[in-house]
Nanobody
């Protein structure tokens, strides 16, 4: 079965760092683009960052550029989101998802989703 599981979330102080992981099973990760999304209470789900299957393209939302970095380790079938200089407004449930085509921050085009991991940035 196709499965994605996020991990690495938790409570962190403003300015701190977290690294989220998205472990895939049931398919070969390097055949898919992977996106990270987040949803805060009362807000719509938004795209954070994505990486293409070929690793030729990455995109990040303006709100996280320079702070978040997406990467993938195909040998481990895992995608990472390194989150630095975290701000309270980064607080959300973070999801990873996959699609069969190119990198996109549009959640409508992603087929498989993980259950999410909570990130809370607070003093």
């Amino acid at each position: 079965q196709v499965q994605l599981v996020e991990s690495g979330g938790g409570l962190v102080q403003p300015g701190g760092s977290l690294r989220l992981s998205c472990a895939a099973s049931g398919f070969t990760l390097d055949d898919y683009a992977i996106g990270w999304f987040r949803q805060a209470p009362g807000k719509e789900r938004e795209g954070v960052s994505c990486i293409s299957s070929s690793e030729r393209s990455t995109y990040s939302a303006d709100s996280v550029k320079g702070r978040f970095t997406i990467s993938r380790d195909n040998a481990k079938n895992t995608v990472y989101l390194q989150m630095n200089s975290l701000k309270p407004e980064d607080t959300a449930v973070y999801y990873c998802a996959t699609r069969s085509f190119g990198c996109s921050l549009n959640s409508k085009w992603y087929k498989y989703w993980g259950p999410g991991t909570q990130v809370t940035v607070s003093s």
